[in-house]
């Protein structure tokens, strides 16, 4: 039994049913396949509600929730932990893990690992200093990981297939091949490379590949190559008057510090179209 992912993480085939078969299913803890933001939110509403309750009261099909700071959580204790894609959210997610007491833990990247140095030279690598270097970075969660289970806990150039059911609707394992970018960027998966991890619990941390186009096709807006809402910083006015876009929906998936920025850009730029000041 295998519940086979789309290139945004979704469940989207139960091989064992037809009945579920080109659904859409989304992840929660009934299958211990959740997104990251809801594994680490509810890790922190335990927290603010009542320390000891981290210990003592897990989220199950049973058991939710109960308020906006109920206690309930996911736990990832004694579990075998899966975290599909990196970035700030994904090492979160391995730190909690790791706090929880997870039995093990591994952490699949798509793209390939980045080098250790910046290119100085400014050759193929299409990241010459002095632009910001894309390089290998080890940051608070893969240092303990490192130090509790002996090894980095991150695999690049993998691409995670099916979710593999244990035969009572949860996952138990992640089969996973492994990619190579070839010549025109696009990834192709290696002959012979596949594998089947184990795993009591799966994260995704992938982010987006850009915002949902329903509103974007809606109000005719104009997009970048990345399917974002064209606008300038100068402004943040899109190809439709009175529009506005600013955040990930204009940038693209980035940090929420940026978010906050460009939300007071936009506020300004709202209110001078108004009529106000601008500030």
């Excluded at 030279?121 to 002996?150: C, K, Q, T």
Aim: hydrophobic share 35%; glycine share 10%.
């Amino acid at each position: 039994q295998s519940r086979r992912m789309n290139d945004l993480g979704s469940c989207t085939r139960w091989s064992s049913s037809s009945r579920l078969v080109n659904s859409s299913i989304s992840p929660n803890e009934r299958l211990r396949i959740v997104y990251a933001m809801e594994f680490l939110t509810r890790n922190q509403k335990a927290l603010f509600a009542n320390p000891p309750a981290l210990l003592t009261t897990e989220v199950t099909p049973e058991v939710g929730l109960t308020s906006k700071y109920g206690g309930g959580f996911i736990s990832a204790k004694g579990k075998h932990v899966v975290v599909i894609g990196g970035g700030d959210t994904g090492t979160d997610c391995i730190g909690t893990s790791l706090r929880h007491g997870c039995k093990s833990l591994i952490n699949f990247e798509l793209f390939p690992a980045p080098p250790d140095e910046q290119d100085k030279r400014g050759e193929a690598s299409g990241n010459p200093w002095p632009l910001w270097p894309r390089i290998m970075r080890v940051d608070y969660g893969h240092e303990e990981a490192s130090h509790r289970f002996g090894a980095d806990p991150r695999t690049y150039s993998v691409l995670s297939k099916e979710f593999v059911s244990d035969g009572a609707g949860r996952v138990r394992a992640v089969k996973t091949v492994q990619v190579e970018v070839g010549p025109d960027g696009r990834f192709a998966e290696v002959e012979g490379s596949e594998r089947e991890h184990p795993a009591d619990l799966v994260i995704l941390a992938m982010g987006f590949r850009h915002p949902e186009q329903e509103i974007v096709r809606a109000l005719r807006l104009e997009t970048d190559q990345r399917s974002n809402a064209k606008a300038s910083t100068s402004d943040y006015k899109t190809s439709a008057p009175g529009v506005f876009a600013a955040g990930d929906c204009r940038r693209g998936q980035s940090l929420v510090v940026w978010a906050i920025n460009e939300g007071r850009g936009v506020a300004k730029s709202v209110d001078a179209y108004l009529g106000g000041k601008g500030w």
